[in-house]
């Protein structure tokens, strides 16, 4: 059974940073692609970031490119997301889950690409 689980969430004021943890079981994390996404209130969920599944190649919204990292550690199954600098337009409960490309260096940030969601952990930004 698929399980995500994330971390990491919390209020911070704007200029702060936030990492964010994803602990993936239930398949073999080595073989998918992970992204993260997110959905503020009212709004569609949309994608932040993905890592392929071979050489770590990554990919980034426009909205968070050079203030968002992602990374993964296969051998701990997890994936993170640190937000630096973070904006009022931040804040959403932010997702993480596996895609299979057949193309081990590509990913995308295409929600239709992606399932088993978990519960999401939220970032609030507030001064």
């Known amino acids: 059974q698929v399980q995500l689980v994330e971390s990491g969430g919390g209020l911070v004021q704007p200029g702060e940073s936030l990492r964010l943890s994803c602990v993936a079981s239930?398949?073999?994390?080595?073989?998918?692609?992970m992204a993260w996404f997110r959905q503020a209130p009212g709004k569609e969920r949309e994608g932040v970031s993905c890592i392929a599944s071979g050489d770590d190649i990554t990919h980034y919204a426009d909205s968070v490119k050079g203030r968002f990292t992602l990374s993964r550690d296969n051998a701990k199954r997890t994936v993170y997301l640190q937000m630096n600098g973070l904006e009022p337009d931040d804040p959403a409960v932010y997702y993480c889950?596996?895609?299979?490309?057949?193309?081990?260096?590509?990913?995308?940030?295409?929600?239709?690409?992606?399932?088993?969601w978990g519960q999401g952990t939220q970032v609030t930004v507030s001064s």
């Open positions: 239930g398949f073999t994390l080595d073989f998918y692609a």
């Open positions: 889950a596996p895609g299979y490309y057949t193309d081990s260096l590509r990913c995308g940030l295409v929600v239709a690409d992606y399932g088993s």
